[in-house]
């Protein structure tokens, strides 16, 4: 937990309540209650409070539910030179965290490790018994700051990446980082039980992480400054048939895969990597997704089981593009960054899907005028080839040509990670949504009702929630529509 670091406020910053697993259900009952009162107008039933949209609550792990962090790492003054973790807030180190409960076991289980490690080498040069080769000073020496990304189970991997404000040098530093590597790795196989998240006997399949991948990705060690990203290196062990001369090492990988198993049975597998966006609660991604095959679940019902084409925007990595590819006849992914897009081809690769899905290297808002103008927005396709959309926004919501493209069609999924941004786009609002025309005020709400609705509680003890809306086009005659 974290402690009062000198100097500075015994507080956890500002956008943390304390990690207490006694008060998560009346906190998040407070906070679904608050998000159902927020959106009542947009789940009321033809004015009938009593048949409103009833939300649907998805609780996370009460701890142990992230699967990245980052800190601040600091040394104390004076002759001891203790090196601790510290957490920002306003931009400024807080407090000492000597724990982290809102992390996964594995990753405080390699915060105590790494810190250990770095201390040692740091108390073995400064009496003179750092090796002769400057070993430990090249790692601590202008150390800045850790990052941790990991998944649930071991066979993902965990990737620490070290931060520092000065050049580093290469020729000391990879050395020096891969001796850090095999230790945290030996570490690692010997922790206990309590340190693991998910159970050994559910492992991923192999056919969505190898064991040969397994082995590279048990945990990777990167550095970085400005303008330098630096590996520590693989040194594979002798192999089994005896052979005394290992292949040579290999740079460590840069990114974990993390494995979703929903309700249905279906299991998916996903490359996140280290400095791009990746969904930091696994529970709560599974959570989402599970939601969102029910929700094309019952769109194909209403259809009476015609395939139907999806159109996705702002797709990320892939997350909801390959656990959805399966109940659509095609899917078009829309996504902004090369990078991400990149990502989503692999995770399409690695869960076997071949056919059927194209991933799209563009801004949403500039394929959205496109399609509006009746081109086909770089996509191949017009409109008129998708029956669904949906729509995954950064916290700033739809923009004004984005969201007059979603109102063209019958069924539309948002996923927000701001719920005031759902609101704006569906209700409009005194402040204006910013997305109107000539003073006009665009609003979802004007032509769709909602059908089913979510609240994902991706960030426990924060403000902070993801909500789900189905929405359908209502009917013509104006009478609503609240179910599918």
């Not at 100097?7 to 259900?25: I, K, L, N």
């Not at 790795?185 to 040969?212: F, I, V």
Request: charged share 25%.
């Amino acid at each position: 937990m974290p402690n009062a670091a000198e100097g500075a406020a015994p507080r956890v910053p500002s956008y943390h309540d304390a990690c207490d697993p006694a008060t998560y259900d009346d906190a998040l009952a407070a906070k679904a209650s608050s998000l159902a009162t927020r959106f009542a107008p947009l789940l009321a039933r033809d004015d009938d409070d009593d048949d409103a949209v009833m939300p649907e609550v998805f609780a996370s792990p009460r701890s142990h539910f992230r699967s990245r962090c980052r800190f601040q790492v600091a040394r104390a003054e004076g002759a001891d030179g203790a090196l601790s973790y510290r957490m920002w807030d306003g931009g400024k180190p807080s407090v000492i965290v000597s724990t982290f409960p809102m992390a996964l076991r594995r990753v405080n289980e390699v915060m105590r490790l790494l810190l250990g490690a770095l201390q040692e080498g740091l108390d073995a040069a400064a009496a003179g018994g750092g090796g002769g080769a400057g070993r430990d000073d090249v790692l601590t020496t202008g150390l800045e700051a850790a990052h941790f990304l990991a998944a649930r189970s071991a066979r993902g991997g965990v990737l620490v990446t070290l931060v520092y404000s000065s050049p580093i040098d290469a020729a000391r530093w990879v050395p020096a980082a891969t001796a850090l590597r095999t230790r945290l790795a030996s570490a690692l196989e010997r922790s206990s039980p309590a340190a693991a998240d998910e159970e050994d006997e559910s492992p991923p399949p192999l056919h969505l992480l190898s064991e040969d991948e397994s082995a590279r990705l048990r945990v990777n060690v990167l550095g970085r400054s400005k303008g330098v990203a630096l590996s520590a290196r693989v040194v594979p062990v002798p192999g089994a048939a005896g052979d005394a001369s290992p292949s040579p090492s290999r740079p460590g990988e840069t990114y974990v895969v993390e494995t979703l198993r929903l309700d249905d049975g279906d299991a998916f597998a996903y490359k996140n990597a280290e400095g791009a966006f990746s969904n930091p609660n696994a529970w709560m991604a599974e959570h989402t997704l599970t939601w969102l095959r029910s929700c094309a679940r019952a769109i194909a019902a209403e259809r009476g089981g015609a395939g139907a084409s999806l159109l996705e925007l702002y797709c990320g990595c892939g997350n909801h593009t390959v656990a959805l590819a399966g109940m659509f006849t095609r899917v078009v992914a829309v996504e902004i960054s090369e990078e991400l897009c990149d990502a989503a081809r692999d995770n399409l690769r690695r869960n076997g899907i071949e056919e059927g899905v194209s991933i799209v290297h563009a801004p949403s808002a500039s394929v959205s005028r496109e399609l509006l103008r009746g081109g086909g927005g770089g996509l191949g396709l017009g409109l008129d080839a998708f029956d669904v959309v949906l729509v995954d926004p950064p916290r700033a919501g739809l923009d004004a040509d984005t969201l007059a493209l979603v109102k063209r069609f019958e069924y539309v999924l948002y996923i927000s990670c701001d719920p005031a941004s759902l609101a704006r786009d569906a209700m409009g609002g005194e402040e204006g949504n910013g997305n109107g025309k000539g003073g006009g005020t665009l609003r979802l709400s004007d032509t769709h009702d909602v059908v089913k609705f979510a609240v994902f509680d991706h960030f426990p003890y924060t403000r902070h929630a993801e909500v789900g809306a189905c929405f359908a086009r209502r009917r013509p005659d104006g009478r609503s529509r609240r179910s599918l």
